[in-house]
């Protein structure tokens, strides 16, 4: 199937600091890429949806400012959580798609973020 | 999107096979049900989907109802590997070709020696 890596897998910074996740799809172009967030003990919640060259959508209550999303080429999205405090601390996972009717979104191994 | 309703836990000794029913009575007739189960600290592992046929893989078989407003997972032969949070989601459509998974609660499976 189908792989798609998270890189750093995990991170600590200090609050207020900046921090850039990537995520990448290794064998397949992705016209789509997502972003979620996962809270110990919960669901995934979407936070952005983002297409190769375009501005990324966001959820309702997901602060674009802060979670800024570049989906740069069709392999790579970033998603840089901009001063980080410790309320952001939470597992951040990518998925990638091809976009095309019926295919499935193929998930990243996900980010540990833990902000001092 | 229509929304799913799953058992929260489930056992399942190893060796048989576990059957995870999901509940999806507000589905569309071009809404696929797809399958995904996350590990403890993974992303989510991509297991089966269909549309309104059985379908089955290497991994599971997926058993849709004929009115589609419930399905079954089934793994034939359950192993300790198989122990994970099972999500069933009804894939929502955003239009140009672009679709969005939301995911819910989920069905924690522990597969028991």
């Known amino acids: 199937g189908a792989v798609v890596s998270q890189h750093p897998s995990w991170v600590i910074c200090k609050s207020g600091t900046s921090v850039k996740i990537e995520c990448r799809s290794l064998?397949?172009?992705?016209?789509?890429m997502f972003w979620y967030r996962q809270f110990p003990k919960q669901s995934l919640m979407l936070m952005a949806t983002?297409?190769?060259?375009?501005?990324?959508?966001?959820e309702q209550g997901v602060e674009k400012d802060k979670f800024l999303i570049n989906h740069a080429s069709l392999t790579l999205s970033t998603l840089t959580v901009t001063s980080a405090h410790p309320e952001d601390s939470s597992f951040y996972i990518c998925?990638?798609?091809?976009?095309?009717?019926?295919?499935?979104?193929?998930f990243g191994p996900g980010t540990r973020l833990t902000v001092l | 999107d229509a929304k799913t309703t799953q058992p929260p836990s489930m056992d399942c000794a190893e060796g048989r096979a576990a059957n995870l029913p999901c509940n999806h009575s507000?589905?569309?007739?071009?809404?696929?049900v797809y399958w995904y189960r996350q590990i403890h600290s993974q992303g989510p592992q991509y297991i089966i989907h269909?549309?309104?046929n059985n379908e089955t893989n290497e991994m599971a078989s997926l058993i849709i109802t004929e009115d589609r407003k419930s399905s079954t997972l089934i793994l034939p032969h359950a192993t300790l590997r198989d122990t994970a949070v099972y999500y069933c989601?009804?894939?929502?459509?955003?239009?140009?070709?672009?679709?969005?998974?939301?995911f819910g609660k989920g069905t924690k499976l522990s597969v028991i020696p």
């Open positions: 998925s990638a798609s091809p976009g095309l009717a019926g295919d499935e979104q193929f």
């Open positions: 507000t589905i569309s007739g071009n809404e696929y």
């Open positions: 269909g549309l309104k």
């Open positions: 989601i009804v894939r929502g459509f955003l239009g140009a070709g672009s679709y969005q998974l939301t």
């Open positions: 064998d397949f172009q992705a016209t789509t």
């Open positions: 983002s297409n190769e060259g375009s501005k990324a959508t966001y």
